[in-house]
Nanobody, 124 residues
Framework: QVQLVESGGGLVQAGGSLRLSCAAS????????MGWFRQAPGKEREFVGT????????YYTDSVKGRFTISRDNAKNTVYLQMNNLKPEDTAVYYC?????????????????WGQGTQVTVSS
């Protein structure tokens, strides 16, 4: 089992940057693919990006490509979401999630473990 705790959210002006962290408990963190999702008020949870268990490969939704970067440090049991050139439409609660899939997984229901989320607000 994996427990996830996100941090690093906050209020930032458009064009600014934030780095979110997701700390995982458990000895098998390196065996999990990690994903980032976000949910804006009144909207469904949206896939942002994912990283393989080794960190060798990432995949992003089109709206964040070139602006967001996912990385992980398996020695620290932590995955990161670096967000640059933030836009007001990036405002949402951001969640990290874990699954054991080898292939890219963008569907929230296929992720077994979730953090509690961290709020990101981008002002115009």
């Amino acid at each position: 089992q994996v427990q996830l705790v996100e941090s690093g959210g906050g209020l930032v002006q458009a064009g600014g940057s934030l780095r979110l962290s997701c700390a995982a408990s458990g000895r098998t963190f390196s065996g999990y693919r990690m994903g980032w999702f976000r949910q804006a008020p009144g909207k469904e949870r949206e896939f942002v990006g994912t990283i393989t268990s080794s960190g060798s490969s990432t995949y992003y939704t089109d709206s964040v490509k070139g602006r967001f970067t996912i990385s992980r440090d398996n020695a620290k049991n932590t995955v990161y979401l670096q967000m640059n050139n933030l836009k007001p439409e990036d405002t949402a609660v951001y969640y990290c999630a874990a699954n054991r899939a080898l292939a890219v997984v963008t569907t929230p229901s296929l992720y077994a473990y979730w953090g509690q989320g961290t709020q990101v607000t981008v002002s115009s």
